[in-house]
């Protein structure tokens, strides 16, 4: 295979792994999954069915970018073993871990456990902007650096759910919000004491899926108090059923937000990218789950998973 092919094979996947083909499915699937990863809760069974559809998902849209270029297993798998150790340097921490944990169901849970807490923090912030409280520092630092049109897509969700909040709420409502927020707000620290947690053992199953030690990630200890009153069972329920009320709403807001930005992106681009658009339409659409892959498809994840592993282990031996 000719090195200006093999470029382009990996030029064209790094193209399309940071675009809104790819991006904009993954990321519904991932944020209305997530909602029964909740920290502090094991429901291992369930978990591992949304890693299986998790993974035909990875599977089926990596495999409908090759048949939409034209790019067999067999030459995927030559473009891998030729490559120059500089894939994994061109990838995001976030997509790096969205191609590895498709591979790896203890990565795949920690990241769906920090997906849970994120749009908890962000439905927090959308209440605290509605109020007028400055939300600075709200949600913390992490590995994740979205996208711009993810930034994009969170800025114009505000602006769309505060814009809902004015047009319908009374001044009963409000004031009932209000001191709704005031009390939401206390689980703050919390999530981000328990994010912090859940990226500590993100890292954990990273390093032991390179070293290929098969073990579960024992959760890391609570050294840190979250300063928080004293909170009554029945109040402290209250307040996490009605923050995942509003991460609901959110998430439908995010869903239609990037169902419109799909639509626009397949009307403007030169691209035409016909099996992978189908793909990402019936994900974010319909919330279609994929339920068969071909055998042959699986590869092309197989190959990717073990280039990017290659590359972070010579990496650190070289260090």
């Known amino acids: 295979m000719a090195d200006e092919q093999l470029k382009w094979i990996f030029d064209s996947l790094i ?11 993954i990321q519904t699937f991932l944020e209305h999954k997530s909602a029964v990863f909740e920290p502090g809760t094991e429901n291992e069974d369930e978990y591992k069915k949304i890693h299986e559809e998790y993974k035909n998902l990875v599977d089926f849209m990596l495999g409908s970018h090759m048949e939409d270029l ?38 795949f849970k920690r990241m769906m456990m920090q997906k849970n807490i994120e749009l908890q923090l962000q439905a927090l912030e959308i209440l605290a902007r509605y109020h ?14 979205p996208s711009k049109e993810e930034e994009e897509i969170m800025e114009t969700v505000i602006k769309k759910s505060l814009e809902e909040h004015k047009a319908h709420m009374d001044l009963a409502e409000k004031e009932n919000l209000r001191k709704t927020l005031e009390a939401t707000l206390i689980e703050k620290t919390r999530l981000e004491n328990e994010q912090k947690r859940e990226k500590e053992m993100l890292e954990k199953a990273m390093m032991m899926s390179i070293h290929e030690q098969n073990k579960p990630v024992t959760p890391a200890s609570n050294t840190e108090e ?82 990017l592993k290659a590359e972070v282990i010579g990496n650190a031996s070289s260090i």
């Open 226 to 307: 979250d300063n928080n009153p004293i909170v009554k069972p029945q109040e402290f329920e209250a307040r996490q059923e009605y923050l995942r009320q509003q991460r609901d709403k959110l998430l439908e807001l995010k869903r239609r937000e990037r169902e419109k930005r799909l639509s626009n992106y397949e009307k403007t681009t030169t691209q035409k990218r016909p099996k992978s658009s189908r793909a990402a339409r019936s994900v974010v659409s319909q919330g279609n789950d994929v339920k068969n892959v071909d055998p042959q498809t699986l590869a092309y994840r197989k190959f990717l998973a073990a280039r």
């Open 70 to 107: 034209g790019i067999s297993p067999e030459k995927f798998e030559q473009a891998c073993g030729k490559a120059d150790g500089t894939i994994h340097s061109q990838f995001q921490q976030s997509l790096f871990e969205q191609v590895w944990a498709a591979d790896d169901y203890e990565i």
């Open 132 to 145: 007028g409280v400055v939300t600075i520092g709200l949600v913390p630092d992490t590995n994740y650096i």
């Open 15 to 25: 193209e399309f792994l940071k675009g809104p083909i790819w991006n904009i499915p």
